[in-house]
C-alpha cells in the first residue's frame, strides 16, 4: 500500500527573549541562556533539515498559473443551413460578448449574447459552409482574427491553477505576474483550417504589450479532408523575466485568416476523449531576479 504522504507547513522559529544578565558571575543564568540559545539553534536546524531533505521541495509554495480556453455547451433547438435568428443553446457563460462559435463542421460569428442565446449571427465564415444542426450536438468556443494578417490577442477564460499568476480580471487576453522572477512560460495552441487551402499561423509572445524577441513560431496548417478539418498543435516555451504586475500576452495571425484556435467538445464514442482546449498558457517560477 502506498504511503501517505503530508506537506506540513515551515514554522520560522520566533527569536528567542533572552534574560538580563547579572551583575556578577552566576551557574543559575549561565545554564538558562545557554538552553534557550540551544533551544532556538535546535529549531532552526529543523527548518532547513525539512528544506534539505529529498521531499524539502514540497514544502516551498513558488508562484505559478496554468490558464486554458474552451467555452463549450449545447445546441437548445434545430437550426436550419440558412437561420440567422439567435441561436439556443444551454448557457453562454464561459463564451466572450462577441466573437465565434463552432457547431460540427460550421463557424458562425455572432455580435451579441443573453445567458442562453447568441445573436447578430453570420453563417457559414472563415471559409466553412452553412448547413442545418440537430439539438443536442457541441458547441464550442472559437478565436478566429477575421482577415489576413490581422493580429489577434488569444483569450484565457479558464484558471486551472492561480498562486501569484492570473488572467487580467477586465481583459483576459493578459496574464499578470504579482511577483519579479524569472519564468518558465509554456503554451499549447489548437489551430483548425476548415478550408480547402493550406495556411500557415504565426504565434509570439508579447511583454506589456511589446513583442518579446525571437518567440515567435510559424506552423503549416493542412487543408481540411472530407469534413474533418486540417489540425495542428503549436506549443512553444521559454524563460522570460518580468517585473510586480508586468503581464504577458499571446499574439497570434493568419496568412489567410480562417485558420482558427478552437476546442474539440468531448466524445462519447470511439476514440473516447474529454473536451480538447482551443488553447492551455502555463507558467512557473524559475528563480528570482539578479540584483
Known amino acids: 500500500m502506498a504511503t501517505e504522504f503530508k506537506v506540513l507547513p515551515i514554522i520560522v522559529p520566533e527569536p528567542p527573549r533572552l534574560p538580563a544578565a547579572t551583575v556578577e558571575y552566576s551557574q543559575q ?8 540559545l540551544r533551544l532556538y539553534f535546535n529549531q532552526l536546524k529543523n527548518v532547513l533539515s525539512d528544506l ?51 457547431i460540427e463542421s460550421e463557424i458562425i460569428s455572432y455580435t451579441a449574447k443573453t445567458s ?28 478566429g482574427t477575421g482577415s489576413p494578417t490581422t493580429i489577434g490577442q488569444v483569450l484565457f477564460n479558464n484558471t486551472d ?33 476548415f478550408t480547402t487551402a493550406e495556411d500557415n499561423v ?15 513560431s510559424i506552423e503549416e496548417v493542412n ?7 486540417g489540425a495542428r498543435i503549436c506549443t512553444v516555451n521559454l524563460f522570460v523575466q518580468v517585473a510586480a504586475n508586468d503581464y504577458v500576452q499571446l499574439a497570434w495571425a493568419s496568412d489567410t485568416g480562417n485558420t482558427v484556435l478552437a476546442s474539440f467538445p468531448a466524445s462519447t464514442v470511439a476514440p473516447v476523449h474529454p473536451l480538447s482546449p482551443g488553447v492551455i498558457f502555463t507558467c512557473q517560477f524559475v528563480s528570482a531576479v539578479a540584483p
Request: aromatic residues 10%; neutral net charge; proline residues 3%.
Open 202 to 216: 504565426t504565434i509570439w509572445y508579447r511583454l506589456n504589450g511589446t513583442d518579446i524577441s525571437a518567440s515567435a
Open 52 to 102: 534539505y531533505t529529498d521531499q524539502g521541495g514540497a514544502l516551498l509554495k513558488f508562484p505559478y498559473g496554468a490558464f486554458h480556453q474552451n467555452g463549450a455547451t449545447t445546441l437548445s433547438a434545430n437550426i436550419t443551413n440558412v437561420s440567422t435568428t439567435p441561436i439556443s443553446v444551454g448557457s453562454t457563460s464561459g463564451f466572450p460578448s462577441t466573437g465565434w462559435i463552432l
Open 161 to 193: 491553477y492561480s498562486n501569484g499568476v492570473s488572467a487580467d480580471a477586465t481583459d483576459q487576453t493578459k496574464i499578470v505576474f504579482a511577483v519579479a522572477g524569472l519564468y518558465n512560460i509554456q503554451f499549447s495552441a489548437q489551430l483548425l483550417n
Open 223 to 229: 487543408s481540411k479532408h472530407g469534413t474533418s478539418p
Open 116 to 143: 442562453t442565446t447568441f445573436t447578430g449571427i453570420t453563417r457559414g465564415v472563415l471559409g466553412t459552409t452553412n448547413v442545418a444542426h440537430t439539438a443536442g450536438v457541441a458547441i464550442t468556443e472559437t478565436q
Open 29 to 36: 543564568y549561565q545554564d538558562q541562556f545557554t538552553n534557550i
